[in-house]
DNA sequence: TTAGATAATGCAATGGAAGTGCATTATCCT
DNA sequence: AGGATAATGCACTTCCATTGCATTATCTAA
């Protein structure tokens, strides 16, 4: 927990005991989880804060929001070395429709892409929809 | 008009009135749409209607739904040789945070990517945020 | 061409996520 | 320890998405 706990204040994020278990349920799921989500696991907390804590945390590169297709948010931890300025972390997301879950696929990171003379890239989102692995062997 | 009646008779779908104003709606307007977008160039029409023709429009290929980053899905009429199984029209699409328009770069088509092994692709949503070439230079 | 089946439409209402204002409480720094 | 500043909780509000049901339009087959 010291250790979470750093990586806040690291981050510029006052490590308040709120943030800390917000923090912590994001690094135990392994699947990015809605708001909806963090407020059913931590029913003590009012669900304001953690619409704002989840708010803070994006503004400082904690975590990244992903659009699945469902319409609802989703949020994962990013990697360390992201920040406030950038979110350095890019990799394709995938979204099962059998079994509604939605996973960070770390390991395949976005291609390079060209865009319009002009225009300024800030966010990208790239997410695969489909049916994973597991739901595919069920 | 004539002509859109058979592209909605060629992909399955009953060329109602509504329908046909909801499809020139849709190819009058260069960037993607909402609902509520749609809804305010049709005063005369239900949302429900409007609701439930989109939602037919998107089962039968006529539409894809493009999720910008804002929470709200936005609309764009489909290539002609989309069909109800299979969306071949895959592009980038470009959310511009500043003028709120979303487009279809059409010219810019969705790299090819690997997934893991024993996943299954369905959709793919490639959306770049940030400014686009005319809020850039204004 | 018309009857009957089927599909589309409109109305009313609900659900759920997102977001805001304000008073209260906790945190951090000196 | 004290005071400025930030975080939290409560009460609302707003807006989009979605459903059930009664009514109306459309298409097909006799």
Do not use: W
């Amino acid at each position: 927990m010291k250790e979470v706990e750093s990586i806040l204040h690291d981050k510029n994020v006052r490590p308040t005991a709120m943030r800390l278990l917000v923090y912590q349920i994001l690094s135990e799921n392994k699947n990015a989880i809605s708001l909806t989500d963090i407020e059913n696991q931590l029913k003590t907390a009012d669900r304001t804060t953690l619409y704002r804590t989840i708010k803070t945390f994006e503004e400082q590169g904690i975590v990244h929001p992903i659009e699945d297709g469902t319409g609802i948010t989703k949020y994962a931890l990013c990697a360390a070395y992201c920040n406030a300025d950038k979110h350095k972390d890019l990799h394709l997301h995938f979204h099962c429709k059998v079994c509604e879950e939605t996973t960070c696929l770390t390991e395949y990171s976005i291609p390079q892409i060209s865009i319009p003379e002009g225009y300024i890239t800030e966010d990208i989102n790239f997410t695969v929809s489909g049916v994973c692995k597991k739901c595919n062997q069920g």
